[in-house]
């Protein structure tokens, strides 16, 4: 559990920072943070969350070689620009017992999150 603990801070200071306030964003800035947890290539080594490259139309829990937790896989989600900023404003809320931890609270930070996985 304890690891657990520590990922789960690690992976709020990272992908809860902001770009800094009116820097270009080309998608790197905005996702670097989520790195930390996630690959962003398609074939990227894989961490503690599932690869992020084309996500966007993707069921929920599909890439066959990534464990997704059970509540992932039975939600029914396809993600969307708005799935996607439901999940990073509250993942808890939108999928009980997933294990994605990292909430988003700011919604500028997440669509610059969500228009850089749109844009894979």
């Known amino acids: 559990m304890r690891w657990l603990a520590l990922a789960a801070a690690v992976s709020l200071s990272a992908c809860g920072t902001p770009s ?13 943070g989520c790195a930390a947890c996630h690959s ?3 074939d990227g ?3 503690s969350g599932p690869a992020l490259s084309g996500i966007v139309g993707r069921r929920a829990g599909a890439l066959p070689d990534y464990a997704y937790s059970p ?3 039975a939600s029914g989600i396809t993600w969307s620009p708005q799935t996607l900023d439901g999940f ?3 993942p808890g809320k939108v999928i009980p017992g997933t294990r994605m931890m990292t909430r988003v609270p700011d919604p500028a930070q997440r669509k610059r ?3 850089a996985l749109t844009a894979q």
């Open 113 to 115: 999150i969500v228009d």
């Open 20 to 32: 800094a306030p009116g820097a270009a964003d080309t998608g790197n800035v905005a996702l670097s």
């Open 88 to 90: 990073l404003a509250d």
């Open 71 to 73: 509540a992932l896989k």
């Open 40 to 42: 962003l290539s398609a």
């Open 45 to 47: 080594a894989r961490g």
